[in-house]
Nanobody, 115 residues
Framework: QVQLVESGGGLVQAGGSLRLSCAASGTFFSIDDMGWYRQAPGKQRELVAAITRDGSTNYADSVKGRFTISRDNAKNTVYLQMNSLKPEDTAVYYC?????????WGQGTQVTASS
């Protein structure tokens, strides 16, 4: 089982920056893909960015050039650097981690970009 704890959300003005962190703990051999998803009120959860264990990344078109995902395998931690935040980025952000046997979610952290 993998437990995920997110941190770093908050309230910023449009154009500002935030950095999210997600630390994994528990009993597992290794974590494969890690990613960040978000869910705005009344909308479905969507992929924001994902990263493989060897560092290959994938981004939603809406965040390309503004958000950067990275990970530290030694610390089992994934990060999301969010720059040039827009009001439409406002959502609850969830961390996801996949192992060979499971897919785990964090509790979510609120990100609000005010106009």
């Amino acid at each position: 089982q993998v437990q995920l704890v997110e941190s770093g959300g908050g309230l910023v003005q449009a154009g500002g920056s935030l950095r999210l962190s997600c630390a994994a703990s528990g009993t597992f051999f290794s974590i494969d893909d890690m990613g960040w998803y978000r869910q705005a009120p009344g909308k479905q959860r969507e992929l924001v960015a994902a990263i493989t264990r060897d560092g290959s990344t994938n981004y939603a078109d809406s965040v390309k050039g503004r958000f950067t995902i990275s990970r530290d395998n030694a610390k089992n931690t994934v990060y999301l650097q969010m720059n040039s935040l827009k009001p439409e980025d406002t959502a609850v952000y969830y961390c996801n981690a996949r192992t060979l046997r499971s897919s785990s979610w964090g509790q979510g952290t609120q990100v609000t970009a005010s106009s």
